[in-house]
């Protein structure tokens, strides 16, 4: 598992979650999705929730900010991590 | 009295703290011109004692969101059942942009929900939405609250207690 499949998972997931967006192209990949308005809290919740099942591992609260989890190569930085240190 | 999260916690506004009565004016205000009011009018302070004192105290809450990380106040929440049916509360919630954590919002409305229906024992809760305040409409309706009034200016929602409960029910671990 590199960043690149996980980038391309977490688009998948935002267009399915979110079909207003349109296609994956129209995200940026280092912007806010908060900022962009693209997600709100519920949805950043309902984000934690289907990264930490696809990937099974845990998001704790401190790290959903912007700075950890506000863009999708954050999230994605973060995922590897997690899963990074699991297997160490 | 607080109600609270491990991020967040809800601090009762009362005449006793008149900063927090000042907070909520300014948050208020804040907001002016930015699709969220059909009335944009800026509240003034003698104005906005008057209303703070029009309220019951037994049946009007307010809030003031902090988060518990930097002890920031970040907004305010509130459910109002004077004027509503019996069983029920109207609620508002204004979240400003100091707060660092996303989930913030989530966990407030979230709280004051759980605070309505558990420890008010209220059956429902309402939301009157200005209509061109998307994002607000899209978050209420996230929730799980069905629209059943609309004008030209807002839409009302409305959520019953078991609806809400078994929206949020998968999110419980984020409230812990």
Request: glycine residues 4%.
């Given at each position: 598992?590199?960043?690149a ?10 267009v399915h ?13 280092d912007?806010?999705l908060?900022t962009?308005?693209?997600?709100d ?7 934690v ?7 099974a ?10 700075e ?18 699991d297997?160490? | ?26 948050v ?11 009335d944009?009018h ?9 209303w ?8 009007d809450w307010f ?27 109207e ?8 707060n ?5 919002p ?16 209220l059956?429902r809760?309402?939301?009157?939405l ?16 069905r629209?059943?009034?609309e ?5 009302k929602t ?19």
């Amino acid at each position: 598992m590199n960043q690149a499949d996980i980038v391309a998972t977490l688009l998948e997931y935002i267009v399915h979650a979110n079909p207003t967006v349109g296609t994956k192209d129209a995200i940026p990949l280092d912007q806010s999705l908060f900022t962009l308005g693209i997600l709100d809290s519920f949805g950043v919740i309902e984000m934690v929730g289907f990264v930490e099942k696809r990937w099974a591992i845990r998001i704790l609260d401190s790290e959903i900010t912007d700075e950890r989890f506000g863009g999708i190569n954050k999230m994605a930085k973060l995922i590897l991590e997690k899963l990074a240190s699991d297997e160490s | 009295m607080k109600v609270e999260t491990s991020l967040i916690e809800l601090r009762r506004v009362t005449l006793g703290n008149p900063n927090d009565v000042e907070f909520i004016r300014t948050v208020r205000n804040s907001f002016l011109n930015q699709n969220v009011y059909a009335d944009n009018h800026f509240i003034e302070v003698d104005e906005h004692q008057s209303w703070f004192l029009s309220l019951d105290s037994e049946k009007d809450w307010f809030f003031i969101i902090v988060e518990k990380v930097s002890r920031l106040p970040v907004g305010i929440t509130g459910c109002c059942q004077k004027k509503a049916p019996a069983s029920s509360g109207e609620i508002s919630i204004y979240l400003t942009k100091e707060n660092k954590l996303l989930a913030s919002p989530f966990h407030a409305m979230t709280l004051l929900l759980y605070f309505m229906f558990d420890t008010l024992k209220l059956d429902r809760a309402f939301a009157k939405l200005f209509k061109k305040n998307s994002r607000a409409i899209r978050f209420n309706a996230a929730f799980g609250f069905r629209k059943f009034f609309e004008d030209d200016c807002f839409i009302k929602t409305e959520i019953t207690a078991e609806d809400f409960k078994a929206k949020t029910e998968s999110f419980r671990r984020f409230l812990s």
